[in-house]
């Protein structure tokens, strides 16, 4: 399916920019003959830079697949994804392993923090994998950004919830990446931790310029974000901007969600 839509209103944020991750005529398929599952059919969609969009649908809608082609964290069967000028659906294991160290960042359901280390050692990890200096200003106005200035030197089982997922979402931005994209974030946080959480995720958007793309089923979550895409049975079928509980609610009932 190709999208029709008209495009975000010209005060949207991002409205303006080209857009940081580009999807094309994207199909995936999982299985074989009577078993197939069509999990994206034909999804046409792109995401503006600087700007936070969600997508959300039904459950088996296809959102998590289409993250993870975006993302090149799985192959796709027909289309192609652009991030930024690259086509990262021709490249080899070597070359999406580098492209998503270096210009990909990732937040998930779980933390995923190493227990052994500090908070800033947590932090600054992908940067000492790369074999990448930090740049002391930017990891600076992350922490401040992420509220963590005097829990840095803390480890992860002396944080909560909410700061240990803050930890991880500073670990994907530290490293300055074109996009992040970030899979149920709050999904094992109360409803306090996740505001934190989506209020560092707005933040970081707003001060930083930078790109988020989350996946989440939690209609206060998404709206957090800027823009709101919807799937249904692997295809995009509408769109909001400037979302709110209410009428993302509302959009998702009319989707069976």
């Known amino acids: 399916m190709?999208?029709?839509f008209a495009g975000p209103p010209a005060e949207a944020p991002g409205a303006a920019a080209p857009p940081a991750v580009v999807a094309t005529g994207v199909s995936k398929m999982?299985?074989?003959?009577?078993?197939?599952?069509?999990?994206l059919r034909g999804v046409s969609v792109g995401f503006a830079k600087g700007a936070f969009t969600a997508?959300?649908?039904?459950?088996?809608?296809?959102?998590?697949?289409?993250?993870?082609?975006?993302?090149?964290?799985?192959?796709?069967?027909?289309?192609?994804?652009?991030l930024g000028d690259t086509e990262i659906t021709g490249l080899g294991d070597k070359q999406l392993t580098l492209l998503r160290r270096?210009?990909?960042?990732?937040?998930?359901?779980?933390?995923?923090?190493?227990?052994?280390?500090?908070?800033?050692?947590?932090?600054?990890?992908?940067?000492?994998?790369?074999?990448?200096?930090?740049?002391r200003g930017w990891f600076d106005q992350v922490v401040d950004v992420v509220g963590l200035r005097d829990?840095?030197?803390?480890?992860p089982g002396e944080l909560s919830g909410g700061q240990q997922q803050r930890v991880a979402c500073a670990r994907a931005l530290v490293a300055r990446p074109e996009v992040i994209f970030a899979d149920e974030p709050t999904g094992n946080l109360d409803s306090r931790a996740g505001a934190e959480v989506l209020g560092f995720l707005r933040a970081s958007v707003r001060e930083m310029g930078q790109t988020i793309v989350m996946?989440?089923?939690?209609?206060?979550?998404?709206?957090?974000?800027?823009?709101?895409?919807?799937?249904?049975?692997?295809?995009?079928?509408t769109?909001?901007?400037?979302?709110?509980?209410?009428?993302?609610?509302?959009?998702?009932?009319?989707?069976?969600?």
Do not use: W
């Not at 649908?57 to 289309?79: E, F, N, V, Y």
């Open 215 to 237: 996946v989440t089923h939690d209609p206060v979550a998404a709206s957090y974000a800027d823009r709101v895409v919807f799937l249904r049975d692997g295809q995009i079928v």
């Open 102 to 135: 270096e210009r990909v960042g990732f937040v998930f359901q779980a933390f995923n923090l190493l227990p052994t280390l500090t908070a800033e050692q947590n932090i600054l990890l992908p940067l000492e994998l790369a074999g990448r200096r930090p740049d």
């Open 239 to 257: 769109e909001l901007y400037r979302p709110t509980p209410d009428t993302v609610l509302d959009r998702l009932k009319s989707l069976g969600g």
């Open 30 to 39: 999982y299985g074989s003959g009577d078993a197939a599952v069509h999990a």
């Open 2 to 4: 190709t999208s029709t």
């Open 55 to 82: 997508i959300m649908g039904p459950s088996g809608s296809g959102k998590s697949t289409l993250m993870h082609c975006l993302a090149g964290l799985d192959t796709i069967d027909g289309g192609t994804v652009l």
């Open 151 to 155: 829990r840095l030197h803390h480890r």
